[in-house]
């Protein structure tokens, strides 16, 4: 944004000076800087209006459908059990920062968004009932979302709990104590041990997941709901409850699959 308009009187910016940044930008793929930097001009002109430097926001005529569509990204990902198995041999060796580690080696047995794992607070733990219940503001789909624990999980989890008293959080930042660990430290780690993104990503875990399952007969409904995606119509309202009881086994089932593929049966 500097190079063509730091050096401009703000309302000597119009608008097809805008779109032809943003053209640019678009022009090269970077279309998660496209809209970011859409984003920060946006809010940046509307200040100045706000605060009467700018007589208007040229930004605001600006609308999507002049930009390419960001393509879909497909998360790559690993199913046989051959590869699973290699998967989670390499994330074991994951080595540094504990909390980083552990949420690394807990995540393809919660099926949890990488942000939503990351973020994870003691308060979302329900111990009673062996449920993470995440609110609605942290999750993707503006619901609250229920991850029965299976033993495993309840296993690691209790440990963590025994180690980590004096943070909110599960997996606090071992710089601030009140912040989480970033997905991008979870990203790191796995590389680090040689998980490249061509074999698998932390969103990968989640399609192993839902294949395998899917593969094993479990429920359609029961599996989309389990990896928090929306299901259209009626379904989607009045399946929550409906399918809880069938997803306590089906989680259960999976880690005890991943733990026979590492050589420990729970």
């Given amino acids: 944004m500097l190079p063509p308009l730091g050096n401009r009187s703000i309302n000597a910016i119009?608008?097809?000076m805008l779109i032809d940044l943003l053209l640019e930008i678009d022009k090269q793929g970077k279309y998660?800087?496209?809209?970011?930097v859409q984003g920060i001009l946006t809010r940046v002109l509307t200040d100045a209006v706000i605060m009467k430097?700018?007589?208007?926001?040229?930004a605001r005529e600006i609308t999507s459908d002049l930009f390419s569509k960001k393509p879909k990204r497909n998360y790559a990902f690993v199913s046989s059990s051959k590869d699973i198995k290699l998967l989670?041999?390499?994330?074991?060796?994951?080595?540094?920062n504990p909390q980083v580690t552990i949420a690394l080696n807990l995540a393809p047995h919660v099926f949890l968004r990488p942000s939503e794992l990351a973020g994870l607070r003691w308060s979302e733990?329900?111990?009673?009932?062996k449920l993470i219940r995440i609110p609605a503001e942290r999750m993707k789909i503006d619901k609250p979302h229920i991850v029965p624990m299976s033993n495993h999980v309840i296993d690691v989890l209790?440990?963590?709990?025994?180690?980590?008293?004096?943070s909110n959080l599960c997996f606090p930042s071992p710089l601030k104590n009140n912040r989480s660990i970033s997905t991008n430290a979870m990203l790191q780690?796995?590389?680090?041990?040689?998980?490249?993104?061509e074999f698998s990503t932390l969103h990968g875990f989640r399609h192993m997941a839902s294949t395998n399952l899917n593969e094993k007969g479990y429920s359609k409904d029961a599996i989309e709901l389990q990896i928090a995606h929306e299901i259209p119509g009626v379904r989607g309202v009045y399946n929550h409850a409906q399918y809880l009881e069938e997803?306590?086994?089906m989680m259960e089932d999976w880690s005890n699959y991943l733990n026979t593929l590492q050589g420990n049966p729970h």
Avoid: H, Y
């Avoid at 780690?189 to 993104?197: A, E, I, L, P, Q």
């Fill in 14 to 16: 119009d608008t097809k």
């Fill in 88 to 96: 989670l041999s390499m994330l074991e060796q994951a080595v540094g």
């Fill in 53 to 58: 430097i700018a007589s208007s926001n040229p």
């Fill in 247 to 249: 997803r306590k086994p």
């Fill in 32 to 36: 998660d800087t496209r809209e970011k």
């Fill in 125 to 129: 733990i329900d111990w009673d009932d």
């Fill in 158 to 166: 209790t440990k963590l709990k025994d180690s980590n008293l004096d």
């Fill in 189 to 197: 780690s796995m590389r680090k041990v040689g998980v490249d993104k």
